[in-house]
Structures are given as structure tokens and as C-alpha cells.
């Protein structure tokens, strides 16, 4: 068994300067002087686990296998990093201001969980908030990458477990005992004889007079009570009672609804504006503004913003693409495509090849870009969902002339994120518009602004050639070609940062910010010969809004290859469970794969026009396997609902997923689970059609998202034991194998292979909504659908 | 001004505003209710599902001047109240099989589910996957296996 070793593995970390032969790991933190106790760790002490890998023709190691994306995110953290503090209150709950944006994917339930395992305290006495743009971190306030819990797994335990030791030491001052007959329980330092101490008693006696560095040892994994066992969200009673808070709904004083008047076409400007004054007399609205982006209105209710939206009489100026159409853009990205480069060879190898095209994806949450913004002549007050809010403070300051230390960004509680909130671009038009017009705003995107003006996945193509022989597969080569990705906003700045120092690359900055993202995130996992694996992306980063959603490149990556792997298979006249079996690089993936195709009953009979298929994946220190079922008879595919598109069903999905140590079964399932219905829509119903520099799509009735109809009846999630004993990823980990297991499953089905996607693309199955006036009125006949 | 009174989880109100304002406007701007979410605003997404007189509708696409003084409307806020308890059953079975991501769409599939298990009753049969393919609301998130099984769930409690 060959071992794939990180060059990193073996150095040393701040924080973490122990041999394996010496026992168990101290870590370094801090006490915090505070009225009560403040225990604080630095962030980016994790640590890069070994990989393994063998069988058939070992293929090198890839960019990703060494080094990947999570890697790069924690480097990051490292050298600027700064305190994050548990702070214990004098009721005896502990708190913990994060930095990190929770948008459903349950970061600070994982948060919650780490410091009730090492403080011994009760999960529902831990309050973990959201911390407000924190200048000093750098570039460690940054919710990417589904990187959170990895990057904060030992940070926030070492925290915590330097205040249990400050607490027992505290107790045993005043309990007259030493440290070691003394235990900590739910909250309470108990000793011999029933004595014991709350927490709440001794917050104020186990404060620190002054900040010092003090060492920690972490419980060992064998004591873990907390950790690893399914636990509910810490914020599920607000959200099923609808006291959960969102931006838009901060009663911040005076900050009035907020909507703007868009372009007919992307990233258009406003000309002239032909009637404010008569549009500022009508009914509810206060105030209008021509901001860079459009003409913003200010009203007392977001329905009257709508109407005085819709009212006002612009002349356009044109945007940046308003001569492309899907059609110019796949032409661009073909002329663009780097050629395969391996020869045939020879009359005894075979070779399968495969062109496949995704087009443009919408990224917004459902909870629409929303911001708070009160402008003030020597300060600003931001509040909104940000995935980077640093970043986001510097461009307020950066409008406003303002020094950053006058500008307060606070985080709110995003209701989805998918990548969306990466970018400011909402903050900066509250900005701008709380400025012009001198007032405090709360500026929310209509649903049509989201689809028509808001950020995409870019169109790409992926372009594969493999060839086999005596029943090896001896090369594998894919070429993807995409439409720039917009790295710009938050993300940008890591990598240029590092792409220059990380060693397989190593080649400057010059590779731009998508290679190198790329580079850290694919791989192909399968021992295959000789792998190859190029991007070249066509247009500059900001002709096109472009962003990740949910995932940056691998679900598309990853489903053009399991496609061909399931020809390869079937070439090679192997069962595709079987060849993947054989052929997968790495145990833990050969582990999850064996995992769904025992609980999804792989190779069960099924009825014509429906099949199953599994695929597999590795990412953000773990992996998956995916099997599908799906339904492709035609009185399923054309099964009729009102405003919706049917098609193919995936009736059954089974899971399973492996990510080195799970802090929370329950949310990691629910992750998986979420993905899911991702991949079920990039393969099937979801895409943006271009035409004329306009996006035809502009609501949810035309942007087909999974709803209801199109959700498997079973969905099945295991989550694996624990491996590597370090957490991986999950928010984005789940599409990639179950876009790919999708297209698959429909190839089985149907017999044809798959080329576009998704699959329904190419039909437009709905009347585009006009683009002047901008918005949908909302419509008066609700009553008559209420059941 | 035009002055229009209904009753809102229990209470009579009275508010100050245009006849063709859209009630969802009018529960969130003006009376302060925020459980009802905004998504589209053309009754496509259904974020801001309420009850009227306890059939669940959508106040993006209802006019508050189409709203009757008699109207009895329930969002997510006053759901514990028609069963007088601290919790809706189906609250309850959301919370057991912990169904919330972000949570934005929450309140509307809550309510769109305790109406759509009236429904299949009011038909005869309990609430099943066929019923349960009928429900408009859109989760982003993609929670749909979970809401799947607490629909079942709750409708069991109810």
C-alpha cells in the first residue's frame, strides 16, 4: 500500500510542538484579562492528515491529493491569525462571538458542541453569536470553501478547555481541594462529599487580571460524549416559531424598505431618468436616487419600492454581454478549449471520449441579497449576511472615504448562502443609496433582480479522452473550459496571497486566481495511468457575474467523469460498481463506496426506463459515494404540474459519506441531504438561458430549483465512524456525486448518454417575464388558491 | 387614507394604508410580523404561506383592501395559539427530526403543511407522498427529505 504523504505533514505547527512519542498534545492559548473569564485560542492550528491510495496503475499525486483548497484556506489563517475567545458569564452560560458567517449549514451548532465537550457544559447554556467585522483577522473571518470546521476544530477546543482548567483551578481554590479530585459536570465543579461550585459561581473568581499564554491538553477522543453524536441545531426552536432574525427583519430606526429600478440587460447603466418627481409623489415612497447599479427607491413597504420600481421611466445604457446569447458564449468556449493531447495508441487500446456542456447557474438563496445601511457624514453601520466581512467594511470605507475603524459591519444570520454572499455588491448599493439620500435604508434585491442581475456559475464545457488496454485504463485526460469565474471578492485575495508560495504549483501569481482554485480542487479518483487535467477559462473575470454555487468546479468536473467511467466500464465489459470498486485510488472512497451499494441494494431488479447508478467523490478530507434511482417512464416524465417542470424523478438516493471525524452526524446528514437536491437540479431542471445579453429566467416558476415534485421519495444519508479522528468539509461536499450519480442514472435509464446540462436546457419551457418595468407586479388573486 | 381591520393571530388590528398594498407588506412593514418571508412576491415560492379563516394562502398576492374585517389570518407566529399550547404538533415534529437549514422558508412550509394535511382529510385520506408533491414551497437549502418525514409525522399528532 502506497502512502500519498503532504510535504506538510511532518513539519511542525505554531501551537503544536509535539512528537508523537511524547504523550499527549499540549496546545498554546491564552487567558484574556476580563471582568469575568475569557479563554481564548488562535485560529489555523489544524492539521493535514495523510492520504492513501493504491491499486491498478497508480496514477501521481494531483495538485489537490497534496494540497488542497482547505489546506491553502488554513495556511491562510496562519501567520495573521488572531484570539477567538470563550467567554464564561457570570449565570454560568458561556459565549462565543464567531467569525464566520452561519447560513444553514450549522457552523455554530458545530461550535456549540466543540466547547460543550471540553467545558462540560450543558449545549443550551452556550450562546454562540455572530461577530461583527473584526479588522485585525485578516483573512480569518472568511466562510468559504466549506472550510469552517476544519480551520476551527482545535482553535474553539483549546479555547474551552483553557477555561474548564481555569475553572477547577478557581474551585479548588475555594473548595480547599486539589485540582485532580475535582470534576467538571454540566456546569457545575464537583468534589469528594457533594460539595460542589457552579460556573456562574466562580466566572468572576476564575477571571485573569492580565492576558497570558497558558498550555492545554484537549480530552482524547475516547472520552468524547458530545462530538460525534447527532445533535439539533441550537437555532431550530427560532426558526420553526419564525423569531429567527434576518437582516430583513431588523427593526433598525428609520431604515425604510429599499428596492432598486435594474437594467434591461446585464450590468447595464442608468442613461437619464425621465419622471423622479412623479414618481417620489407616489403613494408610500419618500425618496429616489440614481445609484452605480440603478435607481434606487425608498418607501414605507417593500410593495410600494416595487411599484414605484416599476413606474419610473429610465432610458438604458447597454450592459457588458448584450450581444451574447447562449449560443456565442458555448461558441467562445469551444474556440477556447486546450486540444486532448494524447495520441492514439494503437490497434489494441481503446478509447472513450465524451464532450459535455453546463450551462449558466443561477447562485441566490432564498432569503434575497439584503442590507442595513445607516450613512452618516463621519461614520457608517452595515448590517447584513457576509460571507466576507472584512473585505466588505474596506469597500464601505473605500466609498465613503471613511477610515475602516468608522465603519461597523455587523453579520447576520444568512437564510442560505451557496457562495452569493461572498460578494458585497448589495452593501455597497445600500451605501451608496443611504448616502444619496441622507437616510438609513434596509435595500433588499427583488426575487427578478436575483435571476436577471445576480451571480451565476458560469457555462463551461468538459472535455475527457481515455483509453484503456488488457484491462487497465492507461490515460485519462480532461480539458475544462469555462466562462471566467469572478475570484475577486474575498476569495481573490487568499489565493493571490498564497498561489505563488505553494509548492506544486509554484509559479506566481501569474497563473491567475481560477487555475489555481482549480488545481485545488479536482482530481480524479481512480487510478488511471496517466491523468490530466487542464482549465482555460474564456472572457475576463467581470464580463459575466460569475461565482461559485455551492461547490466550485467539481460537480461538473466530476459528473463529466463518472459519465465516462461508466462507458469505460461498460467497454471493458465490467459491472460499474465493480470497475469503480477496482480502479478507486484511496480506501476511505472504496469504503463509502462499498457502504451505498450495500444499504441502496445495488444491482436490485429494476423495471425498464428506470435504473440505478453510483458514484463516488473526494473533497474536503473526505468522501462519498452516491447511489441513485431514477424514473425516466414516460407518464413520469410527463406527469403535469401547473408552472413547474417535471421530467425524470430520482426516486431514491442513498448516501454515504465519510469525513474523518463527523462533529455532528445529524447536520452532517443534513448537509448531504441538501446537496443532494442540488445535484438533482444541476442535472435535471436548473439553468439560466442567455439571450441577447439578457437572462430570460426571473422567478422561481422559471428558474427550476428541486421543489417538492421533483425530491426523492427516500433519501437515505450514512454517515461513516470516524477515520482520520480530524473533521472535513460538508456544506458544498454533497453535490458532486450526486449531480454526477444523476446523469448516470438518467444514461442507464434511457440509454443515452447525457451531453447537456441540465438535461431540459435546451427546451424553454416558460414565457420570459419583460424586462421593462423591471419587475413582476405581484399579483391580487391569491385568495382564489387558498386550500 | 384608506383604514382597513382584520384579526391577526387572535387580535384585531387596524391599519392606515392604500387599498392595493399586498398584505404580506402590510404584516411585515407596518404591524412588524416577520414570520410570513418574502421570495418572490408573485406567489411562486410560497415563503410567506399564512392561514385565512385557516386554509393556507399567500399575502404576497392578496390585496389588504381584499381582506374582510371578519378575515381571520394566522402566520407562523400565532400557529401554537390555534391549539392553544406552546407548539403546533407539526412545530414539534419539525423540531424532532431537526428539519431546518437557514431556515428562511420554515415558517411558510410549516404552515403549508398543517393545511395540506387538512386538506387530504377534509378529502378522506391522511396526507401522503402524492399530497405531499403538491406543496409549492421552495427550500434552497434543499430539506425536502426532511420535511417528507415530519408531514408524516405531525399529521400523526394532529
Not at chain 1, 434576518?246 to 427593526?251: E, G, P
Not at chain 1, 492507461?474 to 469555462?482: I, N
Not at chain 1, 459519465?563 to 470498486?581: C, H, N, S, T, W
Not at chain 1, 441538501?674 to 442567455?690: E, K, N, R, V
Request: net charge negative; aromatic share 6%.
Amino acid at each position: 500500500m502506497e502512502q500519498r504523504r503532504s510535504p506538510r505533514s511532518g513539519l511542525s505547527r505554531p501551537g503544536n510542538s509535539h512528537r508523537p512519542d511524547m504523550g499527549r498534545r499540549r496546545f498554546l492559548g491564552y487567558l484574556v484579562a476580563a471582568p469575568t473569564l475569557a479563554a481564548a485560542a488562535q485560529l489555523g492550528q489544524s492539521l493535514t492528515s495523510p492520504r492513501e491510495a493504491g491499486a491498478a496503475i497508480p496514477s501521481p499525486p494531483e495538485p489537490s491529493e497534496v494540497y488542497d483548497l482547505n489546506d491553502l484556506l488554513t495556511l491562510a489563517a496562519t501567520p495573521t491569525s488572531n484570539l477567538i475567545a470563550v467567554v464564561l458569564n457570570k449565570d454560568g452560560t458561556a459565549s462565543f462571538d464567531m467569525p464566520r458567517a452561519e447560513s444553514g449549514q450549522g457552523i455554530t451548532t458545530m461550535a456549540a458542541m466543540l466547547i460543550a465537550e471540553e467545558l462540560e457544559l450543558p449545549l443550551d447554556k452556550i450562546d454562540v453569536t455572530l461577530a461583527d467585522a473584526r479588522p485585525e483577522l485578516v483573512f480569518n473571518q472568511f466562510t468559504a470553501g466549506s472550510n469552517t470546521t476544519i480551520s476551527m476544530y482545535n482553535p474553539i477546543r483549546v479555547a474551552a478547555a483553557i477555561a474548564r482548567q481555569q475553572l477547577l483551578r478557581a474551585a479548588a481554590i475555594q473548595l480547599d481541594e486539589t485540582v485532580t479530585r475535582l470534576t467538571p459536570h454540566l456546569g457545575f465543579i464537583e468534589a469528594p462529599g457533594g460539595r460542589k461550585l457552579s460556573y456562574g459561581d466562580l466566572a468572576e473568581l476564575a477571571a485573569s487580571q492580565e492576558t497570558k499564554e497558558v498550555e492545554t491538553e484537549l480530552k482524547p477522543r475516547s472520552q468524547f460524549k458530545i462530538i460525534g453524536t447527532p445533535r439539533n441545531r441550537i437555532d431550530a426552536l427560532d426558526a420553526v416559531t419564525g423569531r429567527k432574525k434576518f437582516a430583513m427583519d431588523l427593526d433598525v430606526p428609520d431604515a425604510l424598505p429599499t428596492m432598486i429600478c435594474r437594467p434591461p440587460t446585464i450590468k447595464g447603466t442608468v442613461g437619464s431618468v425621465a419622471n423622479v418627481d412623479a414618481v417620489r409623489e407616489m403613494p408610500g415612497v419618500t425618496d429616489v436616487a440614481t445609484i452605480a447599479t440603478g435607481v434606487a427607491v425608498r418607501a414605507k413597504t417593500f410593495g410600494q419600492c416595487i411599484d414605484a420600481a416599476n413606474a419610473l421611466e429610465v432610458s438604458w445604457n447597454p450592459g457588458t454581454v448584450d450581444g451574447e446569447s447562449d449560443e456565442t458564449v458555448l461558441d467562445r468556449i469551444k474556440k477556447a478549449e486546450i486540444p486532448l493531447a494524447v495520441p492514439k495508441l494503437g490497434p489494441l487500446t481503446g478509447v472513450v471520449e465524451g464532450e459535455f456542456t453546463f450551462h449558466f447557474r443561477n447562485n441566490a438563496a432564498l432569503e434575497p441579497n439584503t442590507a442595513v445601511a445607516d450613512v452618516r457624514p463621519d461614520s457608517a453601520e452595515i448590517w447584513a449576511p457576509l460571507q466576507s466581512p472584512i473585505l466588505c467594511q474596506q469597500q464601505v470605507a473605500e466609498q465613503l472615504g471613511l477610515p475602516v475603524s468608522a465603519v461597523t459591519v455587523h453579520v447576520e444570520q444568512a437564510g442560505g448562502a451557496f457562495g452569493r454572499r461572498m460578494f458585497n455588491d448589495v452593501v455597497l448599493e445600500a451605501t451608496e443609496a443611504s448616502r444619496k439620500m441622507g437616510k438609513p435604508v434596509k435595500l433588499m434585491w427583488h426575487r427578478t433582480d436575483e435571476c436577471r442581475q445576480g451571480r451565476m456559475h458560469p457555462m463551461c464545457t468538459s472535455r475527457i479522452r481515455a483509453s484503456y488496454a488488457g484491462g487497465n485504463v492507461l490515460t485519462f485526460e480532461q480539458r475544462h473550459t469555462s466562462v471566467a469565474t469572478d475570484y475577486t471578492q474575498g476569495f481573490g485575495e487568499i489565493i493571490t496571497a498564497l498561489a505563488g508560495k505553494v509548492p506544486p504549483l509554484g509559479q506566481g501569481n501569474e497563473l491567475g486566481f481560477s487555475v489555481p482554485v482549480f488545481e485545488l480542487t479536482v482530481n480524479v479518483p481512480y487510478n488511471f495511468g496517466v491523468v490530466t487535467q487542464l482549465l482555460n477559462e474564456t472572457y475576463t473575470y467581470d464580463t459575466f457575474p460569475t461565482s461559485s454555487v455551492r461547490n466550485l468546479v467539481n460537480p461538473d468536473v466530476r459528473t463529466a467523469q463518472e459519465l465516462i467511467v461508466d462507458q469505460l466500464a461498460a467497454k471493458m465489459g465490467k459491472d460499474p460498481y465493480e470497475f469503480r470498486r477496482a480502479f478507486v485510488d484511496d480506501e476511505r472512497v472504496r469504503a463509502v463506496l462499498d457502504k451505498a451499494a450495500e444499504v441502496g441494494e445495488w444491482g436490485r431488479a429494476m423495471e425498464p426506463n428506470t435504473a440505478q447508478a453510483i458514484t463516488v467523490h473526494k473533497e474536503y478530507k473526505g468522501a462519498t459515494a452516491t447511489l441513485v434511482e431514477i424514473d425516466c417512464r414516460p407518464e413520469t416524465v410527463n406527469r403535469k404540474i401547473r408552472n413547474a417542470v417535471t421530467g425524470p424523478r430520482v426516486t431514491r438516493v442513498v448516501m454515504a459519506v465519510d469525513t474523518g471525524l463527523p462533529i455532528n452526524p445529524r447536520g452532517l446528514e443534513a448537509q448531504m441531504q441538501g446537496g443532494i437536491m442540488d445535484g438533482i437540479a444541476q442535472t435535471l431542471t436548473s439553468s439560466l438561458h442567455l439571450k441577447d445579453g439578457t437572462l430570460l429566467e426571473g422567478s422561481w416558476d422559471d428558474y427550476f430549483y428541486t421543489r417538492h415534485w421533483n425530491a426523492p421519495f427516500e433519501t437515505k444519508v450514512v454517515v461513516m465512524p470516524p477515520t482520520t479522528g480530524e473533521p472535513g468539509g460538508a456544506g458544498e461536499f454533497g453535490v458532486p456525486s450526486s449531480m454526477a450519480a444523476v446523469a448516470c442514472a438518467y444514461a442507464r435509464a434511457t440509454g443515452t448518454v447525457p451531453t447537456s446540462f441540465p438535461i431540459n436546457h435546451a427546451t424553454l419551457s416558460f414565457t420570459p417575464k419583460p424586462t421593462v418595468p423591471p419587475l413582476p407586479p405581484s399579483p391580487t388573486n391569491g385568495l382564489k388558491f387558498a386550500y | 387614507m384608506p383604514q382597513h381591520t382584520f384579526i391577526v393571530n387572535g387580535k384585531q388590528v387596524t391599519v392606515d394604508i392604500e387599498d392595493d398594498v399586498r398584505l404580506l407588506w402590510v404584516l411585515r412593514d407596518v404591524l412588524g410580523i416577520n414570520g410570513p418571508k418574502y421570495g418572490c412576491g408573485i406567489n411562486v415560492c410560497k415563503a410567506c404561506t399564512c392561514h385565512i379563516n385557516g386554509k393556507a394562502f399567500n399575502p404576497c398576492s392578496v390585496r389588504v383592501g381584499d381582506v374582510e374585517p371578519t378575515d381571520e389570518i394566522t402566520t407562523i407566529e400565532g400557529l401554537p395559539g390555534t391549539v392553544d399550547a406552546d407548539l403546533h404538533p407539526m412545530q414539534e415534529a419539525w423540531l424532532e427530526r431537526d428539519v431546518a437549514q437557514c431556515g428562511y422558508c420554515q415558517p411558510g412550509q410549516i404552515m403549508a403543511a398543517v393545511a395540506k394535511v387538512r386538506q387530504a382529510r377534509a378529502a378522506g385520506h391522511e396526507v401522503g407522498d402524492a399530497d405531499i408533491d403538491e406543496i409549492r414551497n421552495i427550500c434552497r437549502c434543499g430539506t425536502y427529505a426532511r420535511i417528507r418525514e415530519a408531514i408524516k409525522s405531525g399529521a400523526q399528532r394532529m
